[in-house]
């Protein structure tokens, strides 16, 4: 069994409805497609001790251009770990591949194609057209540049390869099941296999020495099948091929295996200079005499006498996998290609910040055969709403086309700001005390005079006073029946208490929203951070908050335990404060996780808890539109504490009155 390296991280998510035994829908997952990016661009970036950039393709190739590399998109599982593998060959071509060496060899061949060989190619093409002194004329020296080139690159490619290869999979042990992967997908096919050891690819021509030169660290290789392949096995050296220092050193290697090349193949000899043409190049970039194909033509050695024949469809099947070959070889791996609309998915997802994160693990649940322990599910973290974000259409909850929010209603929120900003003006104050005739502290030099009298009190100190530094998450629930006066007047205080905020130096902000999501094929709790003061101008209260609505259903403390590591702990410096405004019990469900009743409250209470712990103040307000209150006060109470408060949608700028007197208390 094929066991990936990635098995031991990667989680299994199958696309199997687990009460139905149904295919689930085949929605698209752009949190999995960032969070794969994410880990390759990790592991390239580890690998290599570079910060080298890691994207998708909206064409069908996966390359490096000498700055990023470039995957194609659409990776499944099983191809997780190729794709890693190929990702760091080509983060590894970045580090250590020099390409203005290949640039300059195609820019200014004549300086860099040694004479000697481009005077052999000359005369063979044209007999006797190159003087003692290797003098051409330009169209015949031009014929030779167009022969040499494309073969020489390639050959550089397959030598620079194996050179840093080498490298990585002897400085990075750890990665080499990806390495293994890669090799094993693009030159340890069984097609590959049955191929060399064929009687295909045995005639000494240009294709029969490029698959077998391309497939020469194969266990099945035949050094036997072609005239010099035991020649350039010897000058590859591969088990010294650390040797190798630079790109320009593998330039020379491959200027030697092509001069091997050259002298094993035997060409007919032209009868006039008509036959020039017959060293073209071919749309393959092998010339026309070199036999035209995976089978070859000329005479069969002995060895190849004694190989096994494919079949048909074997042949089909090679010819396959060695045009996948070139393509690696050239750079090249077409695969499928990511639509630009998919790419902008990525691109606002990754912006955001948006990831998921395992919760209610553990938690107790009914079923049918009793209680028992949910293994969890994942909860997506957006750790920053933009623009981008909401314009991409990815989420419901932050979306423009949500009406939820008006302009009416961010108006009357920063309005009501400004007023409790200008309260909160005092909080930049500070009053300084000082006291003097003390017998510890700084020296009062007033009183060094009288230190001759035996006076010891003439020591000072001065007392500052002023407000704590304040750190207020407020935690919205954006469930559906919050919809309507509910929804307007909470945003209306989220708003205001983060304009007033913006008025002071020292009272920081944040603004996140609870809802539902369907991530791929499954509903997920969701947590969006709209705003952060300490990153975010007041600005975009405007240009994002009317995009933000109520579409969720309640997941609460699953919600709470994904950001709890982003809840600031009180210190003895400063004060943490947690508001909650919601409108009824925690509920939540998919395939993983039935969320609802006791054990829900049970686990939004111990979240509840361990803010507390870590020193936070958590305020909670159950907001309603009706006169009466709910029948869920006592499951309010029991999440949130007694000190858990009901209030009416008519009363929440009294609500932001009594929030700014607690902002006022030293």
Partial sequence: MNIQSSNFWINDDSNIDV????????????????????????????????????????????????????????????????????????????????????????INPYGRIPKHILHTIANRLVPGCANANGEMSAAVEADAINYILPKVKNLLNIVEDRRIDNFIYKSAPGYRGYYQAMYDKYFNSAAIDKGLISNECRTEDWNSYMFRLCNITNPNRDLNALRGLKQIWKVLD???????????????????????????????????????????????????????????????????????????????????????????????????????????????????????????????????????????????????????????????????????????????????????????????????????????GNIDKRMIASLGFGNEQVFSQIFIDKFKPMDLHISIDASGSMHGSKWRESQKLAIAIAMAGSMVQNLNVVISYRATEHIGNKLTPAIFVAYDSKKDKISKIRTVFGSIGCPGTTPEGLCFEAIASSIIPATSDTESYFLNISDGAPYFENSELRYWGKFAVNHTREQIKKMKANGVKVLSYFITSDTGYSSNKVDFNRMYGSDAEYINTNKVNQLAKSLNNKFLIK
């Fill in 19 to 106: 009460l139905t035994g149904e295919l689930l829908g085949s929605g698209k997952d752009y949190h999995k497609i960032t969070a794969t990016l994410r880990a390759i661009s990790n592991f390239v970036n580890i690998v290599t001790g570079e910060n080298i950039p890691v994207t998708y393709s909206t064409k069908d190739e996966s390359y490096t251009d000498g700055e990023m590399v470039v995957l194609s998109s659409n990776i499944k599982d099983k191809d997780f770990d190729p794709t890693v593998g190929l990702a760091l060959h080509e983060g590894s071509h970045i580090k250590l591949t020099d390409f203005d060496v290949l640039k300059n060899l195609v």
């Fill in 238 to 440: 591969l088990k010294n091929i650390s040797r190798l220092k630079t790109t320009g050193a593998a330039l020379n290697i491959a200027f030697d295996i092509f001069e091997i090349i050259e002298s094993n193949i035997e060409y007919k000899k032209p009868e006039d200079n008509d036959e020039l043409g017959d060293a073209e190049e071919t749309k393959d970039g092998n010339s026309s005499r070199d036999g035209g194909g995976v089978e070859g033509d000329g005479d069969e050695s002995s060895a190849a006498n004694k190989a096994p024949e494919l079949s048909s469809h074997e042949k089909t099947r090679l010819g396959k996998a060695i045009e996948k070959q070139k393509e690696f070889v050239d750079g090249n791996i077409k695969k499928s290609k990511m639509s630009k609309k998919d790419k902008r998915m990525v691109e606002a997802t990754k912006s955001s910040g948006a990831h998921t994160k395992q919760v209610g693990a553990g938690l107790i649940q009914s079923s049918w055969h009793g209680n028992i322990k949910s293994k969890g599910t994942s909860c997506l973290v957006v750790k920053n709403v933009t623009k981008q974000l909401i314009d991409a259409g990815l989420y419901n909850t932050a979306n423009i086309h949500n009406r939820d929010t008006t302009q009416e209603t961010i108006a009357d929120g920063l309005r009501l700001g400004r007023q409790l900003g200008r309260k909160l003006q005092v909080r930049n104050d500070e009053n300084s005390l000082k006291y003097n005739r003390l017998r510890k």
